[in-house]
Every structure is written in structure tokens, then in C-alpha cells.
């Protein structure tokens, strides 16, 4: 048993309803994988949203706290990708919501540091981060349903059924939705005179 | 000449393009062992620790109702618990005005205490006399001999 296994054994309470062969342990060790596979992915589907890393990372924590006050559920739970997932994403359009303004804080560095940096000069990496920041501005501007299904196809790891999922909504909803929002981020493109 | 669906195409590149940096974002080198930190301490905080940390919607609701509750649980004890009324305290009294000497005593006491006589010939004659004695404190002895009769013979005053 790891070090932080070993930490959350005397830590974590059992729930009453807990089923008998749940035991501290495993509930510990479960809770641990899920934090070590999934917490990169769960911090770019927060990022995607508030382009803030470390609203990103807030997010991410408030996710694994979520999981902890029910890990009694964990056992029950057949795709815990896409359940982690829906509980990021419901999380970061909660916070979003909330937010009276749009915030200044959002991250272009970030958005510059990932870049494939070999093949650019320094300013060629600035000006392409800032495009990339105006075609996010755009989505932003598309409307809710269309902007959703359009920034978690963004993330490879998820198919349009598990997209569904998350979105609650079919899978044939979340092709016609990706399409409108592919056309209609491409008409503003074209009245902005953006040249590809 | 560029076709409309190769501009199109571009456009979507350049969509995809963008969609592929939001997945290349990587999070600071650490996040898990943070994570974990963070759960390692999570079940000693105090109650009113993990409320400010919870999302406010649901628990705002829960407040909001405890409030309303507590509110109202006092106002009903209050209410039931009310000390009785207490008497109320006199605040007006009515003394019959002094007779002034020599004056003939008011045939009617207590009318309002005017000054002047009542002019019964005058109201004999419209509509009849209408007397009323107010009643006056019962703590204020009322002179002698002053009742007047409620009702004096018409015919005595008609003529």
C-alpha cells in the first residue's frame, strides 16, 4: 500500500449503507487510481471552459472531494471516466454561471506553452497563441448547446456517444449540434475576414 | 480561385487546430500528489470548513430553509409565551363640572358637560327631548338629588 493509500485508511469513515466487502482499503486504493489516471483529462475538460489553469486545478480537487463524500457509490459506477467527467463538467458550468463577468484571468501563456514550440519562432508561437485564443472568443460567442458539444469534442479520449453522456442528451443531438457549431464558427471566421 | 468548400475546409482546420491545443493543455507537474493532499486533509475539516468549500447552491437552500425555521419556531414561542395584558390604565376621567353658586342646578346631569342649559322647549318641540346621562366615573360620587328624569312629560312642555 502506497503512502497516500496508507494516509487515507485511518482518515476515510465507512458510510452506514457501505456494503460489507467495501472496505477502507479498497476504497482508498479505488479513489487513488482514479486520481492518478484521470486527473489530467479531468483538468482539460475544466480548462476548456475557464481557460484558467488554476481554476482548472480548483476544479479537479472539488471533482475528487465530490468522489469521496460518495465513494460508497464507487463499486457501483460502470464508465468512471465519463462519470468523472460529468461531475468536472457540471462543476466548471456551475462556477462559470456564477461568474457575473467575464473574467480577465484567462490564460494565453498557457495556451502559448503547449504549442508545438520546435517548429516556431518565438513570436510565431505569440501570434499563433493569439488566434487561438480569438477562435476560442468565438466559441465562446456560439450559443450554450452548440459551444458544449463543440469543446468536449475537442478532447480525443471522447467519442460522440460519451459526449452524450455527459451532455445528457442523444447521440444524433450531438452530431447536429457539432455541425452547427462548426458552421456557424466558420461564418463568423468569414465576417471577421479571417485568412486560413 | 479558391472554392467556397476549400475555404470551408480551411476554416475547419483551423477549428480543429485550436480544439487540438485545449487538449495538449497540461495541468503543473504535481497535480495528483496535490490532489491527493487536499482529500488527505478533506475529512478533518470542520463542518462549517466543508460548507464554505461545497458548491453554494444546494447548501444555500439548506440555510435559507434552517433560517426560516429557526425564525419561525421563535416567533411562535413568543407568541404562545406573550406575558397576559395588563389592565389599561386610565386616562381620561370624567368630572362633572362644579355648579357655581347661585345658578340653578343643571337639570340633567352629565350632558356632555355644556355650559349652557339644555334648551329643552325647543327641542320638546321638534323631535321630543333627547336626554343621555354619560357615564361618569364610577370613583366620582355624583351629587345629590342631580338625575334628572330620562324622559319629562310632553304635554307639561307644550303648554
Redo the contacts between chains.
Sequence with gaps: MGTYEGSLTGLLPMPENAPAEASAPDCAADLTALVNEYSGTLYRVAFSISRNAAEAEDMVQETFLRVLRHRDRLPEIRDARVWLIRITWNLVLDRKRRQKTRPENEDISELARVLPARELRADQVVISAQRHARVLELIDQLPGKERQALLLSALDELSNAEIASVLGVTESSVRSRLFRARRDLADKLRREGWKP | MISSSE??R??????D????????????AG??Q???A???I???LAWYHRLS?A???RHRWMIATASGVIVLGAVTIYSTHRPPDAAPAVTHQVVPRPIPQGAAPAAVVGLNSHPFPANIARTHRHRGIHQSVRAVHPRVPLPSGTMAPLRPALSAAAH
Design positions: 475555404v470551408g480551411a476554416y475547419d482546420r483551423e477549428i487546430a485550436t480544439l487540438a491545443v485545449l487538449d495538449s493543455v497540461q495541468p503543473r497535480l495528483e496535490r490532489v491527493m487536499h482529500l488527505e478533506a475529512p478533518r468549500l458548491p453554494a447552491g
